[in-house]
């Protein structure tokens, strides 16, 4: 018994395990993240096929600017490649990218990829796609923070809220994350407070419809209770029990 709606409305997921994907084929770890570009690809289509409002993505997290040098310059070089091929079909399929995170430490080429992508997909209302780049969840409460207080706005839950990333979206209802550690890496602290957690043992790059399924069947049986008791959620379900 479940009182989550079938499906999720929004979807969060770590994207993790692109470097064991590739060392496990004795391949550079780029040649994992280039494959992880695809698995997204794939993820998105079914996220669209499966009625999903919202799709948010961590493709590189503040910590990340501390990998090898060349593994940093390619994964920025894979980010401009894909936004230039992907962008027109996302925009025909009816994707709404947004990118969530800083715009420091970009280079100008990257910076104006995502405004592009951004500003031609702005009418599309099929999915949200949130691509969580050079984001981190510690940085995003503390920049909000930071500009309410430059502004000398109070500090309260709906103006943090208001001055975050995500404050185009509701809170992910679904956080999934691949690759096999349970740990959230600085995603989302904010908005994770009642989404439901799921960890797979998929490695990014191997993450398919099936293991998507799979990560909703698992969404189905939980109950969100919010803080709430099981009873005052699903009152009819529970008085039909017996005893
Ligand atoms: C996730 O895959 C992608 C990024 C962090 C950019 P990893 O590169 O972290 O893959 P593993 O964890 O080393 O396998
Ligand atoms: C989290 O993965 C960040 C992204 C998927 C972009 P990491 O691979 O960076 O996380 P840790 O270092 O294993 O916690
Ligand atoms: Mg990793």
Redesign the pocket.
């Known amino acids: 018994m479940s009182d989550s709606p079938v499906v999720p409305h929004h979807i969060a997921i770590v994207?993790?395990?692109?470097?064991?994907?590739a060392k496990r084929r004795f391949i550079p770890?780029l040649a994992?993240?280039k494959q992880?570009v695809d698995s997204l690809k794939r993820c998105v289509r079914a996220c669209v096929e499966r009625g999903i409002g919202v799709l948010t993505v961590f493709?590189?997290?503040s910590e990340?600017w501390n990998r090898p040098a060349d593994e940093v310059s390619g994964?920025m070089e894979l980010l401009a490649l894909a936004l230039g091929r992907e962008v027109p079909q996302l925009k025909k399929d009816g994707v709404r990218l947004h990118f969530v995170g800083s715009r420091e430490g970009l280079s100008s080429k990257v910076r104006e990829g995502l405004d592009a992508a951004e500003a031609v997909t702005a009418h599309n209302t099929r999915l949200i796609l949130n691509v969580c780049f050079n984001y981190g969840g510690r940085w995003d409460i503390a920049h909000a923070a930071a500009q309410l207080a430059s502004r000398g706005e109070a500090i309260t839950e709906a103006s943090l809220h208001a001055a975050m990333g995500m404050s185009h979206v509701p809170d992910p209802d679904l956080i999934i994350r691949t690759?096999g550690e349970m740990r959230i890496s600085n995603f989302l602290l904010w908005q994770a407070a009642y989404s439901e957690l799921f960890f797979s043992e998929c490695?990014?790059p191997d993450f398919d419809e099936a293991a998507l399924d799979e990560a909703l069947q698992a969404y189905r049986s939980r109950e969100r209770r919010f803080g709430k008791t099981s009873e005052q959620i699903a009152p009819v379900h529970s008085q039909s029990m017996p005893g």
């Open positions: 994207m993790d395990g692109n470097g064991r994907w770890r994992g993240h992880g493709a590189f997290s990340n994964l690759g490695l990014w």
